[in-house]
């Protein structure tokens, strides 16, 4: 459990590592299965945070602007979340496609008959 | 004979339609796509690296930049409608197709959303203003790539 009232964080790596351990808190199953998708965002959205920190301590932009930078870093996290459920679709497909495109040229091959057009296409390589 | 024949060849289309019309978890590849979401991100990318280079820390800028905003939205509306309207056989590949047309839209709102503080403040560089709107747009180019072999 986080002791949110005493986080000290001055580094990218700190912020990346109290991320991750925060999200495997909420669910470990969730990021085990997706941080390989996640975790080069999840570094992009701490560098952005601490760029928007020091930018704000030091007065290079005021806090309305910095509220408007993190409330778009949230949209886009949001999205990210989105991402690993649709890239979780794009390899079911792959792994249907890989498995039907084998068979439909096994099929093929020994018959001539083919079951899988969109698939198996004589006279290219791929 | 005509009619065993007539079955065999029915059969035969039947199993290729099982076989062949296999988009039941994400829509096929479309290199048009591909190619139109692409050159959005590579301008968005362009966009973000002249504010991380200092071009728009003068809100005073927000004039100029209007036509580069205009155009990349065009590009992403463009790329929205035709991920939209990609065949699918399924639930879960309308889901899939439907996650893309959101990653194009959500990169578009993130370029409106840069736009919007571009107006009110400048962008000021190194203070992690484009980051997001990069984040959604790779999301939306990978989105529309993911189905190439």
Redesign the interface.
Known sequence: MVDFASLDIDTVDELVSALEDELGGVSTRWWNANKSVVAG?LR??A??????RV?LANH???A???D??M???Q???N??L??T???T??L???L??AT?KL??WVIYNKTG???????VQPGTT? | MKLVHGIRAAM?AG??L?????????P?YDATLDQKTTAAYESVAKLAAQAEMGLYQDKATYAGAVDTYATIHGALAVAAVRAASAPTAGK??E??RD??V??VK?CS??VA??A??HR??GL?P????T??????CD?AA??VG??K?
Do not use: H, W
Not at chain 1, 113 to 119: D, I, R, T, W
């Open positions: 965002y992009s959205l560098e952005a945070t601490m760029q928007t930018a290079q932009i005021p309305e602007a910095a408007m930078i409330r778009n870093q949209l886009a996290f999205q990210t989105q991402f459920r649709f890239m679709l794009v079911a497909q792959q249907l496609d039907f068979i439909g008959v083919n079951l899988a057009p969109s698939l791929a | 035969v199993l290729a099982a076989l062949g019309a296999c988009a039941l978890f994400a096929p879960r590949a889901t899939a996650a893309t959101g990653f959500g709102a993130q959303g840069l919007t503080l009110t403040y000021v190194g203070t992690g203003a980051t997001a709107m990069m984040v959604s999301q990978k989105a993911g189905m072999n």
